[in-house]
């Protein structure tokens, strides 16, 4: 929810929000010397950690936005917000966990909170910050959707070419990438290596999550969590194509 006129009446003011406040648009226009906020109000919320946050108009609840893409419903259970928390991460490279039976704690690359939920009363109580040292923890490289997603290894043998790679990992910081089809449960995948060459094999877990930059100890490889799943002969054929120029 953006800046809206002060004799509108956004559709949370009259639910009792503990809490909520409006940042006054013409105090602020004086503060900075501009005149688009004049007239205008901003709401936000609250909680009793002193933590405060922009509270957005949602369907059928307030929406807190709480950092980057990360944006739950004021009126939730803790489960689901957990739910949505970890749609959300999985996008986003987000990592969401619940806590006891009314937390949820969700970490970002800059960010780290701890959510307290009521959850007889359906509702978001307080949001309290983490102090962290150093940089946030890094998703797992292969997550459990992806491991679900794998069939079993040697089971889509028969399919040849025609079999699906659900899976890519790539270096952004050169033109490797790995498209897996099938995987051990452990560490073993096979797929598509393109590379120097372009090449069915295997490759595993291990070797990926090893390469790392000598200096800093930077990850070198990622998984593309926007890769649509294709056919080996689709992805033999895009990348041959690329080695031929």
């Known amino acids: 929810m953006s800046w809206i006129e002060k004799h509108k009446t956004a ?18 226009a004086e503060e900075v010397s501009r005149d688009w906020t004049k007239g205008q109000k901003y709401p936000r919320i609250a909680f009793p950690s002193s933590l405060k946050f922009d509270l957005w108009e949602g369907r059928e609840t307030p929406i807190v936005h709480l950092f980057g893409e990360l944006d739950l419903a004021l ?38 909170l701890v959510i307290t939920y009521d959850n007889e009363n359906r509702l978001m109580v307080d949001v ?17 959707k992806s491991r679900d997603c794998l069939p079993p290894l040697y089971s889509p043998e028969e399919k040849g070419l ?7 990992f ?7 990438v790995w498209y897996a089809t099938e995987f051990d449960g452990h560490d073993l995948f096979f797929g598509l ?33 926007h890769y649509q799943p294709k056919t080996l002969r689709e992805l033999k054929e895009l990348h041959e194509r690329g080695h031929r120029g």
């Open 162 to 168: 025609d079999a699906v790679a659900q899976v890519k």
């Open 75 to 112: 009126r939730s259970t803790r489960d689901e917000a957990f739910k949505h928390a970890f749609d959300i991460g999985e996008q986003c490279g987000y990592l969401a966990a619940p806590v006891g039976e009314d937390q949820l704690e969700v970490i970002g690359w800059e960010d780290h």
């Open 193 to 225: 290596v393109a590379g120097f060459e372009v090449e069915l094999g295997s490759f595993s877990l291990t070797e990926l999550e090893s390469l790392k930059d000598p200096k800093t100890g930077t990850p070198l490889v990622e998984r593309d969590r």
């Open 128 to 144: 309290e910050q983490v102090k962290r040292e150093g940089p946030p923890p890094r998703p797992p490289l292969l997550d459990e």
């Open 170 to 176: 790539f270096s952004p910081f050169s033109n490797w």
């Open 11 to 28: 559709s949370f003011e009259n639910q009792a929000l503990v809490g909520l406040f409006f940042l006054d648009g013409d105090v602020i």
